[in-house]
Antibody, heavy 115, light 110 residues
Framework: QVQLVESGGGVVQAGGSLRLSCAAS????????MHWVRQAPGKGLEWVAF????????FDTDSVKGRFTISRDNSKNTLYLQMNSLRAEDTAVYYC????????WGQGTLVTVSS | QSALTQPASVSGSPGQSITISCTGT?????????VSWYQQHPGKAPKVIIY???NRPSGVSNRFSGSKSGNTASLTISGLQAEDEADYYC??????????FGGGTKLTVL
């Protein structure tokens, strides 16, 4: 059974840091690129970052450049999102999703940045 | 990285068909066949219903179909059912090696 499980969300003050994790099971994790996507309360989906299957290339959206870093550990079947210099506008549910077409999603983890 | 353009809302009666459009540019929708559609029910994670413009994952009803013409992709739902009431999002790969979503469309089944 294919499953992605996010963790690491919580409440943090503006300017603080959090690291999100996404544990994969039921798939050959090392074969697929992975995304982070977020959804602010009551808003639409926003793509955040992508990492290729082997970690060789990473891409992210302008609003998180220099603050967020996507990474992965294929030996642990785990995807990460290191979030620094957090802002109130980063408050959202963060989802990880499998492959270019985002064919599998996790249940999400809520990040709340208090100002 | 401008969002793709979707109608804010659409509605239809049970049994009818509806189409949701997703308009981008030649740098995203028009330039690549990496257009996907997602269904999201309240409080739930999104679920892919169409990928690579017109491919349907196993387990997704054949009432859902996708297509593309120029810079506009479309999702058609035929034989509307109450359970189809949800938010729908399109996404596309872009020439900047990024991905972009549409603003989302709320489908109401009357």
């Amino acid at each position: 059974q294919v499953q992605l499980v996010e963790s690491g969300g919580g409440v943090v003050q503006a300017g603080g840091s959090l690291r999100l994790s996404c544990a994969a099971s039921g798939i050959t994790f090392s074969s697929f690129g992975m995304h982070w996507v977020r959804q602010a309360p009551g808003k639409g989906l926003e793509w955040v970052a992508f990492i290729r299957y082997d970690g060789s290339n990473k891409f992210d959206t302008d609003s998180v450049k220099g603050r967020f870093t996507i990474s992965r550990d294929n030996s642990k079947n785990t995807l990460y999102l290191q979030m620094n210099s957090l802002r109130a506008e980063d408050t959202a549910v963060y989802y990880c999703a499998k492959d270019r077409s985002m064919t599998i999603w996790g249940q999400g983890t809520l990040v709340t940045v208090s100002s | 990285q401008s969002a793709l353009t979707q109608p804010a809302s659409v509605s239809g009666s049970p049994g009818q068909s509806i189409t949701i459009s997703c308009t981008g540019t030649s740098s995203d929708v028009g330039g690549y066949n990496y257009v996907s559609w997602y269904q999201q029910h309240p409080g739930k994670a999104p679920k892919v219903i169409i990928y690579e413009v017109s491919n349907r994952p196993s387990g997704v009803s054949n009432r859902f179909s996708g297509s593309k013409s120029g810079n506009t992709a479309s999702l058609t739902i035929s034989g509307l059912q109450a359970e189809d009431e949800a938010d729908y999002y399109c996404s596309s790969y872009t020439s900047s090696n990024t991905w972009v979503f549409g603003g989302g469309t709320k489908l109401t089944v009357l």
